[in-house]
């Protein structure tokens, strides 16, 4: 249910601009009567104009709202509040957003709330909202009385949290970072653009509402239990459903320091990705630690030198994956150290997969000689080209090393800038054999070895050679722009094609998929459910296929379903064309041990809805 504040009177001081002019047009949007109050002045606190307070309360009329302007000083809090008891009648919750240090920021607070009390008191209800600031929280150089003031308005709002409980006059406090005029003197524009007041506002109108039971207490920033999405407007609705986890301190960071709590700020706001390496601050805070010193420098010395993969089951597509890492081994390279360890991934107790990798590092040996290559011409090779971004966007699968993202931490190890982790390489390489020798199956693959080399650069072309053994693909790759091989004595084990081109129970479902492309919302909505069928041929699986007549509009695809099928059918391809062609009836073909069912037997009745048009094959 969405949250009102029809009724309700609100006063907001400083509301010309910034957080408070984001306030005062949130509440005006749901409802409430707004005093809008600015004094006018500028950045310095001079001077005075009614032209701030004005244009909002414009901008509120023009949307149909409600508010009248005040162009008093909070020094003069019962000017103010007799604005609000001329105009709407009542007082209910004002929002002090001061602009001036001392007589404004603390003195002024005091004598708008010391004006509205009573008045509150006397209506058995009210809802102060108090804006502290990080510097009076922490203390910060050279701000002894503005960083004064502003904890003076925090223990301010305690004791009238205190006192005001049994009036059901509720004041909280909240320390915002936000852009203003003030910071935007001093902050860059892209990180204001990331700081906007209307973000803010969502918070306070939770806090005032008559639903929220919070009393005296403060609000900072969270390590991110509510965060906006891309392209959308956060609501109070949104901070309202999310308030437990909110006020969940389990885990939290405790920040000491005002320059502990930006730098964290920019690390959950900033995800801005740039060519233009060595001119982005914010890479240096995309690792754990926020400069490089902070970092093991042997990082710079360590290299990826071998990965091995094998896949024991298809990678599911949710679930926890636990990862269990051994050292099998650590060899002396003469000028480098190999050390080798194996990874054992289980769902559950499930092993889905296996790892091996080797780490060397620079400094202790040779390497151990060169393999022998195959002489004749590649097989096949694929071109592909990487993204400027590809780093950025590898990243997102977990690589947390500095060497991939921070262009001063790839100086340190030798490189004009961040190279692409070599695992991304090896994704390149393994989907370029699928594409080329298992027609893009990912059920095909089974193994894959690789050993490094060298780096590629983002927006550098990978080339991979392939040379074709039964179903072992050995391949090398190599940037396409200088020739370099990035990696060498590689292989990927393909399982067997299973002879499935010869079945024609392929023409069958694909026909099946055309039809549903057209009528798919009608058959779910007449099926509404999962088949799973495995084809046999001469007694051994042939294929498997799903036809998923009960998610969006229907789809029809080789291989398992990923989640849990309601019905499962096991035939032979032979059997299956006569029962699409009416030769054989589903029945007999069941009760003769032709046709296996497992699963919601009953849902075989609706066969005849989905195999209807493809039987005139």
């Known amino acids: 249910m969405s949250l009102s504040f029809e009724g309700r009177v609100v006063l907001v001081t400083g509301a010309g601009g910034g957080l408070g002019k984001a306030y005062a047009l949130a509440f005006a949007e749901r409802g409430a009567s707004v005093v809008v109050n600015d004094l006018g002045g500028d950045i310095k606190g001079g ?30 809090g019962e000017k103010l509040i007799q604005t609000a008891l001329d105009a709407f009648g009542r007082i209910v919750s004002f929002f002090p957003i001061p602009d001036l240090i001392h007589r404004v920021h603390l003195r002024g607070s005091f004598l708008v709330t010391r004006a509205a009390w009573n008045h509150m008191k006397n209506q058995k209800y009210g809802r102060i909202i108090m804006t502290t600031s990080a510097a009076g929280i922490y203390g910060n150089f050279g701000q002894a009385n503005y960083s004064a003031a502003k904890l003076g308005l925090l223990g301010l709002a305690n004791t009238l949290a205190i006192e005001g409980g049994k009036y059901n006059i509720h004041c909280n406090t909240i320390a915002p970072v936000a852009g203003s005029r003030l910071t935007e003197t001093v902050m860059p524009p892209d990180l204001l653009e990331n700081l906007k007041s209307e973000y803010v506002a969502p918070l306070v109108l939770w806090l005032t509402h008559e639903d929220c039971r919070d009393n005296g207490s403060l609000f900072e920033r969270t390590k991110g239990a509510i965060m906006r999405h891309k392209n959308s407007h956060m609501s109070p609705e949104d901070v309202r459903d999310k308030w437990d986890k909110i006020c969940d301190f389990y885990d939290a960071d405790k920040i000491s320091t005002i320059g502990g709590q930006l730098p964290y700020t920019l690390r959950k706001t900033t995800g801005t990705y740039k060519n233009n390496w060595l001119k982005n601050d914010c890479y240096n805070h995309y690792y754990r630690g926020s400069s490089v010193t902070d970092v093991f420098c042997a990082f710079g010395q360590v290299l990826h030198g071998e990965q091995y993969l094998e896949l024991y089951k298809p990678l599911p597509t949710s679930g926890t994956l636990t990862s269990h890492t051994t050292i099998a081994d650590v060899l002396d390279k003469g000028s ?5 360890l194996d990874v054992h991934a289980y769902n559950g107790d499930e092993l889905i997969c296996y790892n091996q990798y080797s780490i060397f590092v620079v400094g202790a040996g040779g390497f151990g ?62 989907r370029h054999v699928l594409k080329r020798y298992a027609d893009n199956d990912p059920s095909r693959f089974k193994a894959i070895k690789v050993r490094f080399i060298k780096p590629v650069l983002p927006g550098q072309s990978l080339q991979t050679e392939m040379w074709k053994e039964g179903d072992r693909v050995h391949l090398q790759c190599k940037v ?17 094609a299973s002879g499935t081109g010869g079945l024609q129970s392929e023409l069958v479902f694909a026909e099946i998929g055309r039809r549903i492309k057209d009528m798919g919302a009608e058959l779910v909505r007449k099926v509404n459910a999962v088949f799973g069928w495995e084809i046999t041929k001469d007694g051994q699986s042939a294929a ?65 809805v989905i195999l209807k048009d493809p039987a005139k094959l």
């Open 47 to 76: 001077g005075k104009s009614s032209a701030a307070a004005d244009k909002v309360v414009e901008e509120i009329k023009a949307k149909g709202g409600k508010a009248v302007a005040n162009y008093d000083s909070v020094e003069d």
């Open 369 to 430: 000689g060169k393999r022998t290559r195959l002489c004749r011409a590649p097989d096949a090779v694929v071109i592909e080209s990487t993204t400027r971004d590809q780093a950025a966007l590898y990243r997102l699968s977990g690589d947390w090393n500095p060497l991939h993202i921070d262009p001063s931490f790839a100086a340190m190890g030798g490189f004009k800038e961040p190279i692409l982790h070599g695992l991304c390489s090896f994704g390149f390489a393994a």
């Open 336 to 340: 480098g150290a190999v050390i080798l």
């Open 480 to 496: 396409k722009e200088t020739g370099a091989v990035v990696l060498s004595g590689a292989y990927v084990d393909l399982h067997p």
């Open 544 to 608: 498997q296929w799903t036809i998923d007549l009960r998610t969006g509009s229907g789809s029809v695809h080789k291989g398992p379903y990923s989640g849990k099928v309601d019905v499962t059918f096991t035939v032979s391809d032979e059997d299956f064309i006569q029962v699409v062609q009416g030769k054989l009836n589903p029945q007999q073909a069941f009760f003769s041990g032709k046709l296996k069912i497992r699963g919601n037997i009953m849902l075989s009745q609706k066969l005849e």
